[in-house]
């Protein structure tokens, strides 16, 4: 059974004068359920946006996080437009995409933020028509008077870094535009790179390196008392005849091997 909801796109304040919201998902104003017979407003929906926006008239900043592939541009619009009216600062943040429809809402945001590893994707509007062939026409005509209008809203975004001609390029290619290219364009304002600290990485690989120095000294040393204890096991004996006359000195027994022994214990 589907949900009532497609999903939870605001969240209560994290803080007094603060209202967190989010788009995570296809921007549309709602679906029919089959299943149970009705139909269900979106949580993407402008009407939606209007109703939670008009319960924190007060707020002082709104946090926008964006990760949407588009949708229906007369919500986006709409949304766009509820946010440039609402007296807080907003900052938009794209999480991951913004596309389409999506990115043409962060223009009514103060502004913009993108992680370095976040793309917007920009494109003229498309739309699906059946008819005969003069309402095919009024409709592409329709189509492009549509896109005109909304060209404005990226023009206004950008401040002055892109022309009217540079913005008309980038829709009809449907650009995909990195952080530093929306950077550069003004369709964002700030790039946020995650620094890694690698302090306690190199300290922990110097730890590391003076360990094995060590390691291999102390190697070294144990391989030159081996070869010393060798040595003196393998050492000739020089054996003198006894004078003539004089007497033998008993043979003494056998003495144990004490530098094998020891290095047998060394190496054990």
């Given at each position: 059974m589907p949900n009532k909801k497609i999903w939870i796109s605001l969240k209560q304040a994290v803080?007094?004068?603060?209202?967190?919201?989010?788009?995570?998902?296809?921007?549309?104003?709602?679906?029919?359920d089959w299943w149970n017979d009705e139909y269900v407003e979106s949580e993407t929906s402008a009407n939606y946006f209007k109703e939670e926006l008009?319960?924190?008239?007060?707020?002082?900043?709104?946090?926008?996080?964006?990760?949407?592939?588009?949708?229906e541009v007369t919500e986006a619009m709409a949304i766009r437009n509820q946010l440039k009216r609402h007296p807080?600062?907003?900052?938009?943040?794209?999480?991951?995409f913004a596309c389409s429809a999506a990115s043409f809402i962060l223009t009514g945001c103060?502004?913009?933020?993108?992680?370095?590893?976040?793309?917007?994707?920009?494109?003229?509007?498309?739309?699906?028509?059946?008819?005969?062939?003069?309402?095919?026409?009024?409709?592409?005509?329709?189509?492009?008077?549509?896109?005109?209008?909304n060209r404005q809203a990226y023009l206004e975004k950008s401040n002055g870094k892109m022309t009217?001609?540079?913005i008309i390029e980038i829709l009809e290619k449907e650009s995909w535009l990195t952080a530093k290219q929306c950077l550069e364009l003004g369709l964002a304002d700030e790039i946020v790179a995650e620094e890694k600290d690698l302090t306690s990485a190199q300290q922990i690989a110097q730890k590391i390196n003076r360990t094995l120095e060590q390691q291999v000294n102390y190697n070294k040393a144990l391989v030159a008392l081996k070869q010393s204890l060798i040595?003196?096991?393998?050492?000739?004996?020089?054996?003198?005849?006894?004078?003539?006359?004089?007497?033998?000195?008993?043979?003494?027994?056998?003495?144990?091997?004490?530098?094998?022994?020891?290095?047998?214990?060394?190496?054990?």
């Open positions: 803080a007094a004068d603060t209202l967190d919201m989010y788009i995570y998902d296809y921007i549309q104003s709602g679906y029919y008009a319960k924190y008239p007060d707020v002082k900043f709104i946090n926008l996080y964006v990760n949407s592939n588009g949708g807080a600062y907003k900052t938009g943040y794209v999480d991951g103060d502004k913009v933020v993108m992680y370095s590893n976040t793309m917007q994707m920009l494109h003229n509007m498309w739309t699906c028509v059946c008819g005969n062939y003069k309402e095919l026409r009024k409709a592409a005509d329709d189509l492009e008077q549509i896109s005109i209008g009217e001609d540079q040595q003196q096991h393998n050492k000739p004996t020089i054996e003198t005849e006894p004078e003539p006359g004089s007497e033998s000195e008993p043979t003494p027994e056998p003495k144990e091997n004490v530098p094998q022994k020891l290095f047998l214990s060394i190496f054990k």
